[in-house]
């Protein structure tokens, strides 16, 4: 071997990220072009089409006066506006750069090396990464008819579980574990596990039977629950997500958060939007009167939608003959609308679509409807 090639074997050899980072793959993310349109419909990452409240966008044009200020470290408005808004203790609040940041603080501050992590099949893809990345063993838990299952969960808890990792509701599907279901993993569960309750789209939920999570953080020091700024509350461009839990897992949290994790900006306009509520109910209201008649339509037209009570629904198409999931992606994007097919992390076939504005949801459900007439 000549030295140069050894030099650099030796410089790749050195260059070898640490060992649980060599199996990942990196997170792909949603598309934003479909060729020939420069004004795609971009219905493939659950963002919210009618965007954030009119006060969270002039808190966030105030704050360019302060930009060369450090944010308020210790997140106190924020916190406070949640704790009102939620009628949570604001000192059980953290806040981070996407509900993505504290999932991973959480995961920093209490898996170790050689710990089991239980993730729910449709729990956010990041949790994973995370915890691998911290040397734990992912144990993956079936969602058998699409939405958590608790015995799936509970049948792999062992004396190495430290964590286990769901989303309510899940996403890709959309489905939501009703409350009884919950209380069942809850109680079932060693006091030692945390469960952390991952609700980036609880804010779009208004099924009786559905819990936010934040009752049971007083009564069970285990559970901890997750939000994000991004979905209802149209910011996800600022990066602004929370946790509420109880003082025995925040405060661990709190000591390795950064001192500034959630910028100036993202904590002035996600202040004011949260403090809008009617804006929240407007965009909750918009969200529940069009997902209750895309699935009227699409199962008029013979398409088979999951239930959902999210902002987004995920088609199931068949496997083969003139309308599968590949054909229906194509149609769509040639139509200037850009879907999410969800071949990784989703049941086969699918393809995941977001509530947009009216004439987003029409153009949608036009380009299905010749699809299926095709
Ligand atoms: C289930 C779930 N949890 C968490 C997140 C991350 O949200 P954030 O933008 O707050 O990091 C997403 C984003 O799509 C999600 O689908």
Request: charged share 20%; aromatic share 8%; glycine share 6%.
């Amino acid at each position: 071997m000549s030295i140069d090639k050894q030099a650099e074997d030796t410089a790749v050899a050195d260059l070898l990220p640490n060992e649980p980072v060599r199996s990942l793959a990196p997170y792909k993310q949603g598309k934003s072009e479909a060729a020939g349109h420069a004004d795609p419909i971009k219905v493939s990452s659950n963002e919210s089409p009618l965007g954030a409240s009119p006060r969270a966008l002039e808190a966030y044009r105030k704050v360019g006066d302060s930009l060369f200020r450090y944010p308020n470290g210790a997140q106190t408005e924020l916190r406070q506006a949640l704790g009102e808004v939620f009628d949570l203790n604001p000192d059980q609040i953290v806040c981070g750069n996407g509900s993505e940041e504290v999932q991973s603080l959480l995961i920093r501050a209490f898996v170790s090396p050689g710990d089991e992590v239980i993730v729910s099949e449709h729990a956010f893809v990041m949790a994973r990464i995370h915890a691998t990345v911290q040397g734990a063993k992912i144990v993956d838990a079936p969602e058998p008819n699409h939405r958590t299952d608790v015995d799936e969960i509970l049948n792999r808890v062992s004396p190495s579980t430290r964590m286990i990792v769901l989303a309510s509701p899940n996403n890709p599907i959309g489905d939501y574990l009703p409350k009884p279901e919950f209380d069942r993993l809850v109680r079932a569960v060693p006091p030692h596990v945390i469960i952390v309750y991952d609700g980036a789209y609880a804010d779009f939920v208004t099924e009786p039977d559905f819990t936010h999570g934040f009752e049971y953080v007083s009564k069970h020091r285990n559970v901890v629950v997750t939000r994000t700024f991004s979905k209802l509350y149209g910011l996800a461009g600022l990066r602004i997500g929370w946790m509420y839990g109880d003082m025995s897992v925040i405060e661990p949290v709190q000591r390795i958060r950064t001192p500034f994790n959630a910028n100036i900006a993202a904590l002035a306009a996600a202040e004011a939007a949260v403090r809008d509520v009617d804006h929240a109910a407007r965009v909750r209201d918009h969200n529940s009167a069009w997902l209750k008649r895309i699935r009227t339509h699409l199962e008029q037209i013979g398409l088979d939608v999951f239930p959902t009570v999210a902002n987004f629904y995920l088609i199931r198409f068949p496997d083969e003959g003139p309308h599968t999931a590949q054909k229906a992606y194509q149609h769509l994007m040639a139509a200037g609308i850009i879907p999410r097919p969800v071949n990784a992390g989703g049941p086969s076939g699918s393809l995941r679509i977001t509530v947009g504005l009216d004439h987003e949801n029409e153009a949608v459900l036009n380009a299905l409807t010749t699809f299926m007439e095709a």
